[in-house]
């Protein structure tokens, strides 16, 4: 092959396009990744704040989930990962008691009742019997099965099992604060896929959230990239795409935007969806209800990196805490990175905080820093003293709408007719687990599919 010709051209270099390559590559494919920021996952960086990392991604491991994908992962490439267990959430409702919650492992229905059902702002007496059976159902569902009910509304599942109102509100109640929405945001779209594997994932502790060091790009997405180079890949960085080249319904290859074409009759897509819209023109048919239904749904994920020169978060907090507004609703998340991962401070507290946002409710601030501002204003308001212990502080709108999978709306088709040789390898498809592990997943999975096709692999 020329050095403008390959077996497969995979373009993104998020966790998504970097698991799709990496499995391409461990198979012998002769593989181009294609990295448009200047270094492989651009999502997962840190902030470096008055000198401190501030890490702003979690991986999920579903360790129950067939062992989860990126773990899989770097086992079959032999990768130099190292990575440590974070501990189980914690919560605190606004006007209750300051001091966090720590929530225990509950395997099952009835432990996760108890323990769901006393972190409740909202009095529910004798329901927990209703909330125990629906958990019941839920948690008996296999993986795999789970994963197919990605279309499945969990309002319309919870009918079918003649889940009592009360139960029904407040499934969806946890779930809204453990993706960081408001429960009327996604009463009507969420999948039980999305509800039950939330809950399972994070209380019920089918998956762990995990540290990587530094962070997940240099301590997880780096270091495969560079084995993909040893085994032979080509990964070019900071090259913008400018369009997928099509004739007559087959893909042939890439322009890049300084005109060099790379040919290649097999294009995998692991971009975001706007992405998509630039490169991929016309569009084909079988992305547009996908896509559309994407941008109805958006919600806004806003985060803000805190150094503090005073200690203002209790020192035994040491995970992960979601605070619950009286109204039941998520208000803000906590992530205190100076217990959880050390090595990112000086000695100083150092807090990753983030609120989730619809559309609708972003609109109503005037800007981003507006909406800053509202997030720090919270932080004073659970922790008096915060505004005047600011070292320096950074906000972030954060690129990877992780929550789409969720809900039951149109998944991106990982093969299409119209256009011959075009996948796509993101996480708008059928989802293959939360979070990082969606993303790793749908490229491991993508990059099987094409191994298949190909030669009859898997």
């Known amino acids: 092959m020329s050095d403008n010709e390959f077996d497969v051209i995979v373009v993104g270099g998020g966790a998504a396009g970097v698991a799709c390559a990496a499995h391409l590559v461990q198979r012998g494919v002769q593989t181009l990744l294609v990295s448009e920021t200047t270094e492989v996952g651009h999502n997962l960086r840190s902030v470096i704040v008055d000198g401190c990392r501030a890490t702003v991604q979690h991986p999920t491991w579903m360790t129950t989930w067939n062992g989860g994908w990126w773990f899989r992962l770097v086992k079959e490439l032999n990768v130099a990962v190292k990575f440590s267990i974070d501990k189980p959430f914690a919560v605190r409702t606004r006007s209750g008691d300051p001091e966090p919650i720590f929530l225990p492992i509950c395997p099952s229905a009835r432990s996760l009742a108890e323990v769901l059902v006393s972190l409740s702002p909202i009095p529910v007496g004798d329901a927990v019997g209703e909330v125990e059976k629906v958990l019941e159902a839920g948690l008996a569902i296999p ?26 509100f407040f499934i969806t109640t946890i779930v809204a604060n453990l993706m960081g929405f408001s429960a009327e945001t996604i009463a009507s779209s969420l999948s039980v896929f999305g509800g039950f594997g939330m809950i399972r994932c994070f209380v019920g502790f089918e998956g762990l959230c995990v540290s990587f060091d530094p962070d997940a790009r240099e301590g997880l997405l780096i270091p495969i990239a560079r084995r993909i180079e040893e085994l032979g890949g080509e990964i070019r960085r900071g090259q913008r795409v400018e369009t997928v080249l099509i004739d007559d319904g087959q893909v042939r290859g890439i322009r890049f935007a300084d005109g060099t074409e790379v040919t290649s009759p097999t294009v995998a897509l692991g971009v975001g969806n706007h992405r998509i819209a630039a490169i991929v023109d016309p569009l084909p048919p079988e992305y547009l209800p996908s896509m559309s239904y994407g941008e109805d749904t958006l919600q806004r994920e806003f985060g803000t990196c805190t150094v503090l020169n005073t200690p203002v978060l209790p020192a035994n907090l040491e995970q992960m805490m979601f605070v619950i507004d009286d109204d039941g609703s998520n208000l803000i998340w906590f992530v205190p990175l100076h217990s959880m991962q050390p090595w990112v401070t000086d000695g100083r507290q150092v807090i990753y905080c983030e609120l989730n946002l619809s559309a609708k409710k972003s609109a109503e601030f005037a800007d981003n820093d507006a909406i800053f501002a509202h997030m720090h204003d919270v932080c004073e308001e659970l922790y008096p003293g915060w505004k005047a212990a600011i070292a320096e502080t950074k906000g972030m709108e954060h690129g990877h709408l992780w929550t789409g999978p969720m809900f039951t709306g149109p998944k991106m088709p990982r093969d299409i007719e119209s256009i011959k040789g075009l996948w796509y390898g993101g996480d708008s498809g059928t989802p293959h687990g939360i979070g990082i592990e969606a993303a790793m997943g749908a490229g491991y999975v993508t990059a099987s599919k094409i191994l298949t096709t190909r030669d009859g692999s898997s």
């Not at 009910?149 to 889940?163: G, K």
């Open 143 to 168: 993986p795999d099965k789970l994963l197919e009910m990605h279309d499945v509304s969990i309002d319309a599942w919870m009918t079918e099992i003649d889940a009592s109102d009360f139960a029904r």
